[in-house]
């Protein structure tokens, strides 16, 4: 059994669930708020953030790219068609180059802020940078969120899925940062249709019920996060 240290709405953890979740392996969930900074943990990874997967045997794994590749190295092979990364250089290239954007470029620009301005905040100390949301922080996110909708849309449209012809981590680390802020409402579906088409495609998956089953008490959720049939 895996323990992940996380957060249920950093983004970078939902994609880690969602990983071992597609590859059926059973894990153990610690909550862990980065900003406390507590001792533990920072010897667990000392850039204090999350997600960090610990695997009998291994040094602890910090970071949804590394954990990632371990992940394959693991288990991938096993699992055939189903594995999450392709064989292929080329494909795996273009896998990789999504993941990255989603998990670097998407976190920057959209999910990151908004999560922290609209959840992270409100269990913040004003020590640890807690207090009201900024209104032109979550403004700048809210548009860069179009523009990235827009750019999921065009794969869409193009491929079966983000990176080609079927479900690779590119379509779980997207579908992680847009779920943590589907939850807020923050995510103009009507906007484009192959990308509502598509992620309603992949919220649909088995790995994604324990995400959406999760609530944060005084925010509910959007009527989107939990309808399939948004």
């Known amino acids: ?3 992940l240290y996380h957060h249920p709405f950093c983004p970078h953890s939902r994609f880690i669930r969602l990983v071992l979740g597609e590859y ?3 894990l153990r969930l610690v909550e862990e708020r980065v900003w406390e900074r507590r001792e533990a943990f920072l010897a667990l990874n000392p850039a204090a953030t999350t997600p960090v997967l610990i695997a009998e ?4 794994i910090p970071g949804a790219p590394v954990i990632a590749e371990y992940v394959d190295e693991a288990h991938g092979l096993d699992a055939g068609d189903r594995r999450l990364l392709p064989t292929s250089t080329a494909e795996r290239v ?3 180059r999504l993941m990255a954007w989603f998990n670097e470029k998407f976190f920057e620009e959209a999910s990151n802020p908004l999560v922290t301005e609209r959840i992270y905040k ?3 100390s004003e020590d640890n940078g807690g207090g009201p949301p900024a209104p032109d922080i979550m403004r700048a996110a809210k548009v860069n969120v179009r523009y990235h909708l827009s750019y999921i849309g065009w794969l869409a449209k193009t491929r079966n899925y983000l990176a080609g012809d079927r479900l690779t981590y590119a379509d779980l680390a997207a579908a992680a940062h847009l779920s943590a802020i589907d939850y807020l409402g923050d995510v103009p579906w009507s906007e484009d249709d192959a990308a509502k088409s598509w992620y309603a495609r992949v919220k649909s998956r ?6 959406l089953s999760e609530w944060l008490a005084g925010v509910p959720a959007s009527r989107t996060y939990v309808d399939l049939d948004f």
């Open 1 to 3: 059994m895996y323990t």
């Open 24 to 26: 059926g392996l059973d």
């Open 57 to 60: 045997g291994f040094p602890p």
């Open 94 to 96: 273009e896998v990789r």
């Open 122 to 124: 409100r269990f913040m």
């Open 206 to 211: 088995p790995s994604f019920r324990p995400l």
